[in-house]
């Protein structure tokens, strides 16, 4: 098998396999259904707030496996493998990214219709928020490689990732609510799309760069 290939669908396993998939799963659904119910308790129309409810539910979720992307390597000796093996760091790093976006931000973007449904959004509306979703993502488990990599070997470094990474998810949360938003109400910008996707492609072409860098100091 190929050596990249192995390693990606090494990762995948270990992550299906941890509770990282059903945690962040876990959590986008509570928080999505607890604010579903405040807003109808209090009488808040849903489609004007559930739109930015379900992008921050989906970057907290996303979170919530972002310290298992370096630390159990780190932990187990793996990271010290990988540092040795023909593969460049900047791969692995890429490869690590793709398999957090699988294992975390696909399964819970799946849910995105459901959730959207139960918080008034017509269907319709719900696949051009799951598009938006799909375009916005990548650049959320790329950036996220950077703060696993900022932490690695703290202690406590769950209380340090929200600090480190949330303010880089400013930028794609502003264009995710915002294009949203706008295709609820049947407006289909191509420049907004093409930002969005421009925002992505940036942080997948710079952040494994980083990531390596990070490490490699670490090791330093």
């Excluded at 270990?14 to 659904?29: C, E, K, Q, V, Y």
Aim: aromatic share 10%; charged share 10%; with cysteine.
């Amino acid at each position: 098998m190929n050596p990249s290939l192995y390693i990606l669908s090494y990762e995948m396993k270990a992550s299906t396999a941890g509770r990282s998939l059903f945690l962040s799963t876990s959590f986008f659904i509570i928080v999505v259904l607890t604010a579903n119910i405040s807003m109808n308790q209090f009488g808040i129309r849903a489609d004007k707030n559930s739109i930015s409810i379900l992008w921050i539910a989906l970057a907290m979720s996303a979170l919530l496996s972002v310290n298992m992307i370096f630390q159990n390597d780190y932990d187990d000796g793996t990271l010290d493998w990988f540092m040795l093996s023909p593969i460049s760091l900047e791969t692995i790093v890429i490869l690590k990214a793709v398999a957090h976006w699988v294992t975390t931000c696909l399964p819970i973007m799946l849910l995105t219709p459901i959730a959207c449904i139960s918080m008034g959004i017509n269907f319709n509306s719900s696949l051009w928020i799951l598009l938006v979703m799909m375009i916005g993502t990548p650049a959320i488990s790329f950036i996220s490689t950077i703060g696993s990599a900022l932490t690695l070997g703290e202690r406590a470094s769950h209380l340090l990732l929200p600090i480190f990474i949330l303010p880089t998810f400013l930028p794609i949360l502003v264009f995710g609510i915002k294009i949203s938003m706008l295709v609820t109400n049947s407006v289909y910008d191509s420049m907004a799309f093409l930002i969005m996707l421009a925002i992505s492609l940036f942080c997948i072409a710079i952040t494994p760069f980083i990531t390596a860098m990070i490490i490699k100091v670490h090791y330093t």
